[in-house]
């Protein structure tokens, strides 16, 4: 079983930047694309950043564009997501996600539902 571990949440101030990070762990055998998601209670899990498998390809929500950026570690299925200039209605519970290497993701991979493993996630609460 695929783990993906979030860790690097917590709570900042208005304007302030934040570094999220997202270990794999498990039967890691293959490249996958990574993603980040968020949720407040009572909504829907939101898209917020995917990177490809090969990380040359990146998409974000139009919420987070020119603040947000998602990285990963070379080859390794690990994922970053650094937010900056953060505002009050970023907070949320941040997921990290990850679809099988079994598959060919159809290019930008934006829905919840399309992937496979998830983290337990890390709350992200920015005050004003």
């Known amino acids: 079983q695929v783990r993906l571990v979030e860790s690097g949440g917590g709570l900042v101030q208005a304007g302030g930047s934040l570094s999220l990070s997202c270990a794999t762990s498990?039967?890691?055998?293959?490249?996958?694309?990574m993603g980040w998601f968020r949720q407040v209670p009572g909504k829907e899990r939101d898209f917020v950043a995917a990177?490809?498998?090969?990380?040359?390809?990146?998409s974000y929500a139009d919420s987070v564009k020119g603040r947000f950026t998602i990285s990963r570690d070379g080859a390794k299925n690990t994922a970053y997501l650094q937010m900056n200039s953060l505002k009050p209605e970023d907070t949320a519970v941040y997921y990290c996600?990850?679809?099988?290497?079994?598959?060919?993701?159809?290019?930008?991979?934006?829905?919840?539902?399309?992937?496979?493993?998830w983290g337990q996630g890390t709350q992200v609460t920015v005050s004003s």
């Open positions: 990177i490809s498998r090969n990380g040359g390809s990146t």
């Open positions: 996600a990850a679809i099988s290497g079994d598959y060919v993701a159809d290019w930008p991979v934006e829905k919840a539902w399309e992937y496979d493993y």
């Open positions: 498990g039967r890691t055998t293959s490249s996958y694309d």
